[in-house]
Structure formats: C-alpha cells, structure tokens
C-alpha cells in the first residue's frame, strides 16, 4: 500500500532532498496531476470504504522518512493534514502515526511547508476525542520545550511555538492541559469550502425559480388574468 500511494500521490517524481525551498517549489509545480492527486486522496479519506481502509493502511505504515518526505512536499502535506484531523479515519491509525511524527518534530517545525503537519497534529490530537492519550500531546510539546532555542530562531518554529502554546506550557503546565481542550474547530479544508459554496448555489438556483403568482388584471369583458412575478 505505501508504494501504490506513493505512487499515486506522485511523492518519488521530486527529488526534494538537498534542494533549496525555491527550487524544490518550482519542481512541485511543474506537475499540476500532482496537486489532483492530492485533492483525488484527500476525498478518499473522508468516504469510509476500502480505499479509505488502503490509504489509511499506507500512511499508518509509513516510516519516518517517508512521513518526512510527505510532509515536506506542498501537495503531499495535505494529505497527511487531512489524515491527521479526518474524523472518519480511525484513530488508532492515526495515533500510530502521530508517535512516528514525534520523533521527527523537530524536522517538522522548521520547515515551512512541513510545519503545517504540526497544526494539524495539535487540532487531531485533542483530548476531546474519544481513543486520544492525553499524552500524545505532551510528548510533542516536551521535544518542542526542548528545542525553544532553535525554534525561536526559526520563523516556521516560531509558529509552531504560537500554535502549540508553548510559553503557557513552559511556565503553566496546568492551564495548558485546559487550554488545550477549549480549543478551536480546525480550519475547512478547500474541498469543505468548495462543497460549501456549491450547496449555496443550488440554493440560491432553486429559490429563483419560484413560480409566479397569479394576480388579475382585467380591461374588458373578455380579459384574461396575466402572471406577474412578484
């Protein structure tokens, strides 16, 4: 299952490593069916079936250099987002994997593209969702509390220091733990949006084609009555 959605997901045609962020971006983009494949994945996952069951399969199998790679690709990372914070997938598989991206948050945080797996972790891993450990959290946080000094050099880290928290943990580890489950809803995803504009559409189509109103008008004996659209 991992090389078939490698594969499909185009994840071996860019060659990121030792690449500059530039050059690496533009690669990316030579390939627009890289960021369908994306958008075709990330569908997957929010429709339980077998192929969900395949792609869910795949990443939760995924080492850590594999998951790095993802994470770093700018169509890739939204596919392991989604895993991360879709409640369809099953959250045993996504714990397995949030315990593999802990050994590598450090990676993570100072990437500006893979940074953004961190949010999704922090909105996938809240302690209002039933099968979530509460300490899954707190290993991230501990391995970021470690590391303060090269994320505060970092603007990604610096970022993910913000989103995570982290002066309230450093210093208020009890209001963290209860901040942290008052949490904000994780952002709509572009497919969520674009579903969301489509249904308003569809509404707004069939609200103007509301039938009109018979209303009389009569100049003579033998007027009839005419359809005015009120």
């Known amino acids: 299952p991992i090389s078939t959605l490698k594969k499909l997901i185009k994840l071996d045609s860019v060659a990121g490593e030792g690449m ?7 690669a990316e983009n030579q390939d627009p069916s890289r960021a369908h494949a994306s958008l075709l994945v990330q569908s997957v996952l929010e429709a339980k079936g077998p192929l969900q069951g395949l792609v869910t399969i795949a990443l939760s199998s995924m080492g ?10 700018r169509n890739a990372t939204h596919v392991l987002q989604k895993y991360l914070t879709c409640s369809n997938v099953p959250i045993k598989d996504r714990r397995i994997t949030m315990q593999q991206l802990t050994n590598i948050a450090m990676d993570l945080a100072t990437d500006a593209v893979a940074s953004h797996v961190l949010d999704a972790f922090w909105d996938g891993s809240s302690p209002d969702i039933d099968g979530v450990p509460r ?5 991230l946080a501990e391995r970021l509390l470690t590391n303060e000094a090269i994320l505060r050099d970092s603007a990604p ?3 993910v220091w913000r989103t995570w928290k982290m002066d309230t943990y450093k210093t208020r580890r009890y209001d963290w733990k209860a901040e942290a489950k008052k949490q904000d809803p994780p952002a709509k995803t572009s497919i969520e949006l674009a579903r969301e504009r489509y249904a308003a559409g569809q509404q707004g189509r069939k609200g103007g084609r509301k039938a009109g109103k018979m209303t009389p008008f009569r100049t003579g004996a033998n007027a009839k009555a005419v359809v005015s659209a009120t």
Request: net charge positive; aromatic share 4%.
């Open 64 to 73: 850590t250099s594999d998951l790095l790679q993802m994470a770093k690709d």
């Open 135 to 139: 300490f899954i959290r707190e290993a």
């Open 20 to 26: 500059s962020d530039d050059r690496r971006k533009r």
């Open 157 to 159: 880290g610096r970022a």
